[in-house]
Nanobody
Framework: QVQLVESGGGLVQAGGSLRLSCAAS????????MGWYRQAPGNQRELVAN???????NYADSVKGRFTISRNNAKNTVNLQMNSLKPEDTDVYYC???????????????WGQGTQVTVSS
């Protein structure tokens, strides 16, 4: 089993910054992709950013140039630095990892419990 612990959400004024962190632990052999998604009530969960093991990244168009994702492979952690926050960034943010729990085994998706980010205007 794999556990994800998220931290760093909160309330910030527009133009401010927040840093989200997620630590993965448990029966992990390797982590393929680490990322952050967000979801507002009644909406689909959408990708904010993800990062591959080799460091390559993907960002939603709405956050490019403002958010930066990074990971530490030795510590199994992923961070999301969010700058120039806007009210429309208000959502619940979820950490996601795609892992192998045994060598040459299948990949599994795991999700964090979610952390609230609220940006006031």
């Amino acid at each position: 089993q794999v556990q994800l612990v998220e931290s760093g959400g909160g309330l910030v004024q527009a133009g401010g910054s927040l840093r989200l962190s997620c630590a993965a632990s448990g029966s992990i052999v390797s982590i393929n992709t680490m990322g952050w998604y967000r979801q507002a009530p009644g909406n689909q969960r959408e990708l904010v950013a993800n990062i591959m093991r080799d460091g390559s990244t993907n960002y939603a168009d709405s956050v490019k140039g403002r958010f930066t994702i990074s990971r530490n492979n030795a510590k199994n952690t992923v961070n999301l630095q969010m700058n120039s926050l806007k009210p429309e960034d208000t959502d619940v943010y979820y950490c996601n990892v795609v892992v192998r729990t045994r060598w040459y085994g299948p990949l599994f998706d795991y999700w964090g419990q979610g952390t609230q980010v609220t940006v006031s205007s």
